[in-house]
């Protein structure tokens, strides 16, 4: 096979549309929050998703000790808060990198995110550089009212190649 070219490779893998997220594990004190986009629904019954998570981060290695995490969906023009979650998590008082959250179930939910929800690893395949976790969602919330989910494409960002 013809290797790849890797301008070409990155135009065409960089066309898939993504969401943006931020995912939060904890274990006893230790916290995580990390903004990803690897993320997708894979069943309806049971409720399944998959994700696509860096094998070098503490997010990873959190939600691989503990099989939990939450998943939030940010909204239109949290592009900002965002931002915070690409650096190391500092958590303070009831902060995380800055921004409110209360426990659920153990779990950090950020409270200016309007829809998040929780999951349990069901499988992991080694995938390559990113583990890939297939995880049951086991409960859902929101937190306020708002229109629309922000796309990784609004931002300007990219995640992929
Ligand atoms: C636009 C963007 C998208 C990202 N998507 C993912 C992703 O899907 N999966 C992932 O593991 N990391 C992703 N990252 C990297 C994580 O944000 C980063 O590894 C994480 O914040 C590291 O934090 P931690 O080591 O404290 O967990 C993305 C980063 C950016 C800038």
């Known amino acids: ?33 990390a903004l990803v986009t690897w993320v997708s629904q894979a069943s309806f019954e049971p409720p399944l998703v998959m994700l696509a998570l860096r094998k070098d981060s503490k997010v990873y290695e959190l939600v691989r000790e503990t099989g939990r995490a939450a998943v939030h969906i940010l909204a239109e023009g949290q592009k900002d808060l965002a931002a915070d979650f690409f650096k190391a998590t500092r958590v303070e008082g ?59 494409r609004d931002t300007g960002w990219s995640y992929g190649g």
């Open 94 to 152: 009831n902060t995380m990198n800055g921004h409110p959250f209360r426990l659920e179930e153990g779990l950090p939910i950020l409270e200016e995110i309007p829809w998040y929800f929780r999951i349990e690893a069901r499988e992991w395949a080694a995938g390559g550089d990113h583990g890939v976790l297939v995880a049951e969602v086991v409960a859902v919330g929101k937190n306020r009212e708002a229109e629309a989910s922000l796309c990784l």
């Open 1 to 33: 096979m013809a290797a790849m070219d890797p301008k070409l490779r990155k135009e065409v893998l960089r066309k898939l549309h993504y969401g943006v997220y931020v995912l939060t594990a904890k274990k006893d004190e230790d916290y995580a929050g």
